[in-house]
């Protein structure tokens, strides 16, 4: 189950955002996964409370959008959605591409509580 590697990144990297903006709590997760990762997101909603347990982004409400795949032709530079099993371009029939949406995992957005009573911590990667 890859979704426990995935869990315990996406908390290392969320445990150093609250650090750098002196957050308490880590209230809010939203995360985008590409089709090509293949994430089970209850696996990773799973993995992400067990991973979560006894830090700052315990009972964090983790959100996890589904990003579809977008591919580029090479051969006629078409861009379309397209299946995990077909590649051809609707346009020029070829299945020679390249991915241009739908393989990465990205953090969008954390909201955090700050040190003082009843604020947010908010920056770049605090939003």
């Known amino acids: 189950m890859h979704e426990t590697s995935i869990a ?40 992400f409370e067990a991973a979560s ?4 982004a315990a009972g964090a409400q983790l959100t996890i959008i589904e990003e579809g795949l977008v591919v580029r032709c090479r051969a006629c530079r078409a861009e379309f959605a397209s299946g995990l099993d077909d590649y051809r371009c609707p346009r020029c029939k070829t299945a020679d ?10 953090l969008r957005s954390v ?4 040190n003082t009573a009843g604020s947010d911590a908010r920056g770049p990667d605090c939003l």
């Open 8 to 47: 315990a990144a996406l908390l290392d990297q969320l445990l150093r955002i609250a650090a750098e903006h002196h957050a308490t709590r880590i209230e809010q997760v939203e995360v985008r996964c590409g089709v090509m990762r293949q994430v089970v997101p209850e696996a990773l909603q799973l993995a």
């Open 53 to 56: 347990a006894g830090t700052p």
């Open 111 to 114: 909201v955090c509580q700050a």
């Open 97 to 106: 591409v390249e991915l241009i949406a739908g393989h990465d995992i990205i």
